[in-house]
């Protein structure tokens, strides 16, 4: 018997053509429509969670040893800015901050994937990325300690506000990729998404649309096992995330996202595909947020401490520099040198968030309305009057 797929030849078909009819039905396999889209079986991997290089391959060239280095120096400020921030939410510099610990290798990696002239579509948990894109920690943190605006100027970052509705800049996203290649522009946006929001109709819909009109976006789902306190079994019974992306027929890839070497290679490969023309590329990378939700949430409520050690031997920055020493692309003093260096940032970003912001509250009735409503402008009113006392009070 042959396979499933092929036809059985009716018993009455026995003129010459039609045995030759049947035989070229059999012989013939019917072209896989989702050839070359499928993720592979396995995580993509280039080391081991101990930092032991794996086999090459060549699907996915290994970035150059600078690119690496880079990658490590990045990962190690990164993270010595996350751990700061965490810190001003207890001194009540910053209302909230969604920490990307753990995550360092997808933060960073998917910056040096990319071009200053590209764009990027971060959600709340970017902060890291940003600033390891070089925009200033300050304005990173702006939004997060509760101003009305990002912070940062958009365009000329080429990094849109961080996105607190779940999935909305995946639309967003393929809206401007499309707007680019219309205008003949090489030009990637690569949008951010976590597993949860991957069930939001913005991702379907912005994925669809790319795939529909060759966008060139990459969608980077960073599947970190937590919806806040939601796990990912109880979000999807996809196989891999990456699997989304075959049925609008996009290229999808599924990547150990703790592994740096591994991220960088199959991001570069999948901002390529991308910059090319051939459309849009999904890539999900396995990874884990070793802190809580945000500084506001309890994850001992919903994960036990045996889940989280786990995921602390697979730490991303101690893979990455465990192989660099064994390559002789780090020492102990270049090691020591980035350490330094990162202390020194932590510091910088202290002291000015530290310093009392100047902020305007009359400024809140500002850009709600082009006209603003009769109820605004009263209640305007109503602030000018209680800070004009409160300022004669102060003075008197
Ligand atoms: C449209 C919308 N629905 C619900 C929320 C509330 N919310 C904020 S974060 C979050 C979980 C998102 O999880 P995931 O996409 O996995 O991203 P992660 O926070 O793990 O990075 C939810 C439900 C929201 N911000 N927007
Ligand atoms: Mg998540």
Same mark, same amino acid.
């Given at each position: 018997?042959?396979?499933?797929?092929?036809?059985?030849?009716?018993?009455?078909?026995?003129?010459?053509?039609?045995?030759? =009819?049947?035989?070229?039905?059999?012989?013939?396999?019917?072209?896989?429509?989702?050839?070359?889209?499928?993720?592979?079986?396995?995580?993509?991997?280039?080391?081991?969670?101990?930092?032991?290089? #794996?086999?090459?391959?060549?699907?996915?060239?290994?970035?150059?040893?600078?690119?690496?280095?880079?990658?490590?120096?990045?990962?190690?400020?990164?993270?010595?800015?996350?751990?700061?921030?965490?810190?001003?939410?207890?001194?009540?510099?910053?209302?909230?901050?969604?920490?990307?610990?753990?995550?360092?290798?997808?933060?960073?990696?998917?910056?040096?994937?990319?071009?200053?002239?590209?764009?990027?579509?971060?959600?709340?948990?970017?902060?890291?990325?940003?600033?390891?894109?070089?925009?200033?920690?300050?304005?990173?943190?702006?939004?997060?300690?509760?101003?009305?605006?990002?912070?940062?100027?958009?365009?000329?970052?080429?990094?849109?506000?961080?996105?607190?509705?779940?999935?909305?800049?995946?639309?967003?996203?393929?809206?401007?990729?499309?707007?680019?290649?219309?205008?003949?522009?090489?030009?990637?946006?690569?949008?951010?998404?976590?597993?949860?929001?991957?069930?939001?109709?913005?991702?379907?819909?912005?994925?669809?649309?790319?795939?529909?009109?060759?966008?060139?976006?990459?969608?980077?789902?960073?599947?970190?096992?937590?919806?806040?306190?939601?796990?990912?079994?109880?979000?999807?019974?996809?196989?891999?995330?990456?699997?989304?992306?075959?049925?609008?027929?996009?290229?999808?890839?599924?990547?150990?996202?703790?592994?740096?070497?591994?991220?960088?290679?199959?991001?570069?490969?999948?901002?390529?595909?991308?910059?090319?023309?051939?459309?849009?590329?999904?890539?999900?990378?396995?990874?884990?947020?070793?802190?809580?939700?945000?500084?506001?949430?309890?994850?001992?409520?919903?994960?036990?401490?045996?889940?989280?050690?786990?995921?602390?031997? =697979?730490?991303?920055?101690?893979?990455?520099?465990?192989?660099?020493?064994?390559?002789?692309?780090?020492?102990?003093?270049?090691?020591?040198?980035?350490?330094?260096?990162?202390?020194?940032?932590?510091?910088? #970003?202290?002291?000015?968030?530290?310093?009392?912001?100047?902020?305007?509250?009359?400024?809140?009735?500002?850009?709600?309305?082009?006209?603003?409503?009769?109820?605004?402008?009263?209640? =305007?009113?109503?602030?000018?009057?209680?800070?004009?006392?409160?300022?004669?009070?102060?003075?008197?």
């Amino acid at each position: 018997m042959g396979p499933p797929h092929v036809q059985e030849v009716p018993a009455v078909t026995t003129t010459p053509q039609a045995v030759r =009819r049947a035989s070229t039905r059999r012989s013939t396999t019917p072209p896989d429509p989702a050839r070359g889209l499928l993720p592979a079986a396995e995580p993509v991997r280039l080391l081991d969670p101990a930092g032991t290089p #794996l086999p090459a391959r060549a699907d996915y060239p290994e970035p150059p040893a600078a690119a690496l280095a880079e990658l490590y120096r990045r990962m190690v400020i990164g993270r010595r800015f996350d751990v700061q921030a965490t810190a001003l939410t207890k001194q009540g510099r910053l209302a909230v901050y969604p920490s990307s610990r753990g995550q360092e290798a997808c933060q960073v990696g998917a910056m040096l994937a990319l071009r200053d002239t590209d764009w990027v579509f971060p959600t709340y948990r970017e902060s890291m990325a940003l600033v390891s894109r070089g925009l200033d920690p300050v304005e990173v943190l702006t939004l997060l300690r509760g101003d009305w605006h990002c912070g940062y100027d958009p365009a000329a970052r080429r990094t849109a506000p961080q996105c607190t509705p779940l999935a909305t800049q995946c639309v967003h996203a393929a809206g401007l990729a499309y707007g680019e290649a219309y205008q003949e522009r090489d030009t990637v946006a690569l949008a951010f998404i976590g597993d949860g929001a991957t069930s939001e109709g913005d991702f379907h819909e912005g994925i669809n649309f790319a795939a529909v009109f060759k966008a060139p976006v990459v969608y980077f789902v960073q599947n970190n096992r937590y919806a806040i306190s939601v796990p990912l079994s109880r979000q999807t019974a996809a196989p891999s995330l990456a699997y989304k992306g075959v049925g609008y027929g996009v290229s999808s890839e599924q990547v150990d996202g703790n592994d740096p070497v591994a991220v960088l290679a199959v991001l570069t490969r999948a901002v390529a595909h991308a910059r090319a023309g051939n459309g849009p590329f999904l890539v999900e990378a396995h990874t884990y947020r070793m802190e809580p939700h945000t500084n506001a949430d309890d994850a001992t409520r919903y994960r036990d401490g045996a889940e989280v050690d786990a995921w602390r031997d =697979r730490d991303p920055i101690a893979r990455l520099e465990t192989y660099l020493r064994e390559r002789g692309v780090l020492d102990e003093a270049a090691v020591a040198a980035v350490a330094a260096e990162a202390e020194e940032y932590a510091a910088d #970003l202290r002291a000015r968030m530290n310093a009392q912001p100047t902020v305007d509250p009359l400024s809140l009735f500002d850009h709600v309305y082009a006209e603003p409503t009769p109820q605004l402008v009263e209640q =305007r009113e109503q602030v000018r009057a209680e800070l004009a006392a409160a300022e004669q009070e102060g003075d008197a």
